[in-house]
């Protein structure tokens, strides 16, 4: 393979849309750090690790999340787990849904501060690392699940809107044990606009 041909396979570590420290007093600096840099940018190396030479290389990365198993699985599905939280994230989020997704939130589960409570129940009440997603289903109808380690709705063909991550490295360095403080803080981040325009898509 040529040097130019190894390139293109790679896959490629997403830049932050805002600064380290834009999501601050909710998630520190240092937070934000650790977490791209150190953890996500880690999968992303080890994806490419493992894919170089097998026909996931040069796949777009939603399809070796969908087909692929075992660590190489495992990596994928955090590459694009984190690449998709951090682009939910805003320095100025649009707090609340609105127009259709505002519609399905109240059909499916009858108010936005209920979906809130059932968010952070579903990702306090997670035993161990993983992740707490909403995503809809080929009718359009919304489900908030909790799923391990790297799970992903995309799996079972469902269309992922948002995660909150709850593996520990998320939150210790600001929250230490106390998961429940970190995720009613992440939320108050989350861009509800960017969420609405993957429920309109
Ligand atoms: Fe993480």
């Given at each position: 393979?040529?040097?130019?041909a190894m390139?293109?396979?790679?896959?490629?570590?997403?830049?932050?849309?805002?600064?380290?420290?834009?999501?601050?007093?909710q998630?520190?600096?240092e937070?934000?750090?650790?977490?791209h840099?150190?953890?996500?940018?880690?999968?992303?190396?080890k994806?490419?690790?493992?894919s170089?030479?097998t026909p996931?290389?040069?796949?777009?990365?939603?399809d070796?999340?969908?087909?692929?198993?075992?660590?190489?699985?495992?990596?994928?599905?955090?590459?694009?787990?984190?690449?998709?939280?951090?682009r939910?994230?805003?320095?100025a989020?649009?707090?609340?849904p609105?127009?259709?997704?505002?519609?399905?939130?109240?059909?499916?589960f009858g108010?936005f501060?209920?979906?809130?409570t059932?968010m952070?129940?579903?990702?306090?009440g997670?035993?161990?690392?993983?992740?707490?997603?909403l995503?809809?289903?080929?009718?359009g109808?919304?489900?908030v699940e909790?799923?391990?380690?790297?799970?992903?709705?995309?799996c079972d063909?469902?269309?992922?809107?948002?995660?909150?991550d709850?593996?520990?490295h998320a939150?210790?360095?600001?929250y230490?044990?106390?998961?429940?403080?970190?995720?009613?803080?992440?939320?108050?981040r989350?861009?509800?606009?960017t969420?609405?325009?993957r429920?309109?898509?």
């Amino acid at each position: 393979m040529t040097n130019d041909a190894m390139k293109s396979s790679r896959f490629e570590i997403e830049e932050l849309l805002y600064g380290y420290d834009a999501l601050m007093p909710q998630i520190s600096e240092e937070t934000m750090r650790y977490h791209h840099d150190r953890h996500y940018a880690t999968y992303v190396a080890k994806l490419n690790e493992l894919s170089l030479d097998t026909p996931f290389a040069g796949q777009p990365l939603e399809d070796v999340v969908r087909s692929a198993d075992g660590p190489l699985f495992n990596n994928a599905a955090q590459a694009w787990n984190h690449a998709f939280l951090f682009r939910s994230l805003s320095p100025a989020p649009q707090t609340a849904p609105d127009g259709a997704l505002l519609a399905a939130v109240e059909r499916d589960f009858g108010s936005f501060e209920a979906l809130r409570t059932r968010m952070i129940d579903t990702a306090v009440g997670l035993f161990g690392s993983g992740w707490c997603w909403l995503s809809k289903d080929s009718s359009g109808r919304l489900r908030v699940e909790a799923r391990a380690n790297a799970g992903n709705p995309l799996c079972d063909g469902l269309v992922p809107l948002l995660c909150i991550d709850v593996w520990e490295h998320a939150y210790y360095i600001d929250y230490r044990n106390r998961r429940a403080d970190a995720v009613k803080a992440l939320w108050e981040r989350i861009d509800w606009r960017t969420v609405g325009e993957r429920y309109g898509r």
